[in-house]
């Protein structure tokens, strides 16, 4: 064996060699069935849909099944099977119909890691269609307050806001599924995060943040993705500041938990594709951040920076730099609903516009007709939808043929984007 297959090898031993069991097939009232089987450790997991015939099928790298499974099961599934073969475990869920499906995510338990996934029937399907998955990372939080402004504005609070704000046009929207990393004024470390990304089956993340800086005349966002070289002495500073806060996190990584350096050296090509992805991700997210005409910009391309949060070795990972907290004129904007809900927008659409170029198999944009499906909830008006989405209201009435009737909590309406 030569030095680099040996080299190859103590990699994939770091990742873990994992052995996985069946756990349990689940009914639940919704008319869902959850699967689930029982992991030694967080995994690196490929998940797809197949028709012709209908299946899902689920691969688990550097892992072992302790026996191969075949279940037969109730309608729509038709059985349940897995097999291992040279570190890969296959787990395929044959359907007698096509269903809506969760992608799989990794639940920490006393027992081990539960890999879960479900599927729900519906009749009205062409296709098996899942929802695409978005992390939502607000910076900093709990202890940790970030940058302060001159008259107090913590950059946790404004980064929980814009997150927020943000999880709530993905979740009413048809087609997307939000995560928010930190949900409330908590510590979360820096491991956590990315984990916790790859435990939700995400298939992007976005990390929001509000810099400060010594100068109160620098201000404006940025939208970065990770690169162990900097790309401007603005991002050097950034990137050195991280490395000193991450040192002592970077060593505590759960014995249960991904090794994402260790993974980046063992799937190479893997991670090319994630540094592209990411690229055109934030491409996407600068361009609309360029367009709102409240929000200036500081660095008028996508910059780099070694923060440890975006390297995912198979996740697209941006992190925004919302304005700096410390410039008068950022701050007044950041501490606005407006202002942040600006921000939410930009991101929003940079998302899908990502997702439009590049769709993830078996969702609702493949094959995208230019319009979305957004669910009224109460509040609601027309005038704020509208600047949600960066449309017209007049735009929403004619899509929908509204006129002058009011909409109402519960209604699903057209968004022509």
């Known amino acids: 064996m030569n030095k680099f297959s040996l080299f190859l090898l103590a990699l994939s031993s770091l990742i873990y060699s994992n052995e996985i069991s069946f756990y349990e097939v689940k009914d639940s009232d919704d008319q869902s069935t959850e699967i689930s089987f029982l992991l030694d450790k967080v995994s690196f997991i490929k998940s797809y849909s ?6 899902i099928v689920i691969d688990v790298y550097q892992s072992d099944l302790k026996s191969d499974v075949q279940k037969k099961y109730n309608y729509p599934i038709k059985q349940i099977r897995a097999s291992s073969k040279e570190d890969l475990t296959r787990i395929v869920i044959d359907l007698y119909e096509y269903v809506n499906w969760n992608k799989p995510t990794q639940e920490k338990t006393d027992e081990g890691i539960l890999l879960k996934i479900k599927v729900k029937k519906n009749k009205n399907l062409k296709n098996n269609i899942r929802d695409i998955i978005v992390a939502i990372d607000a910076g900093h939080g709990g202890k940790d307050p970030g940058a302060v402004s001159s008259n107090n504005v913590l950059e946790k609070d404004i980064t929980l806001l814009i997150a927020k704000e943000l999880q709530r046009t993905l979740r009413d929207t048809e087609g997307y599924q939000a995560v928010l990393i930190r949900s409330d004024d908590s510590t979360v470390s820096l491991n956590d995060r990315y984990q916790n990304a790859r435990k939700f089956g995400a298939d992007a993340f976005v990390s929001i943040h509000a810099d400060g800086f010594r100068l109160e005349s620098v201000k404006g966002a940025s939208v970065f993705i990770w690169s162990d070289k900097s790309s401007s002495s603005v991002a050097r500073n950034l990137s050195d500041k991280e490395r000193k806060r991450i040192q002592a996190q ?9 090794n994402e350096d260790a993974a980046r050296e063992l799937y190479p090509k893997t991670y090319k594709k994630k540094v592209d992805q990411s690229k055109m991700l934030g491409l996407k997210i600068l361009d609309q951040l360029k367009r709102d005409p409240f929000t200036k910009i500081h660095k008028k391309n996508v910059e780099y920076a070694d923060f440890r949060v975006l390297k995912s070795v198979d996740i697209p990972s941006v992190l925004v730099e919302s304005g700096f907290i410390t410039n008068p004129e950022d701050a007044k904007r ?13 991101i929003f659409l940079g998302i899908h516009n990502y997702f439009k170029e590049t769709p993830v198999s078996g969702s609702i944009l493949e094959g995208y007709s230019n319009y979305l499906n957004y669910k009224i909830q109460k509040g609601d008006v027309l005038s704020e939808i509208a600047i949600r989405f960066g449309v017209t209201v007049e735009s929403i009435k004619k899509i929908n043929e509204l006129g002058d009737r009011p909409i109402y909590p519960g209604q699903i309406i057209k968004i022509n984007i």
Do not use: E, H, W
């Open 334 to 346: 950041l501490k606005t609903k407006a202002g942040r809900r600006m921000i939410a927008r930009s």
């Open 50 to 55: 197949l028709v012709d015939p209908s299946r």
């Open 250 to 258: 970077i060593k505590n990584i759960k014995s249960y938990d991904f």
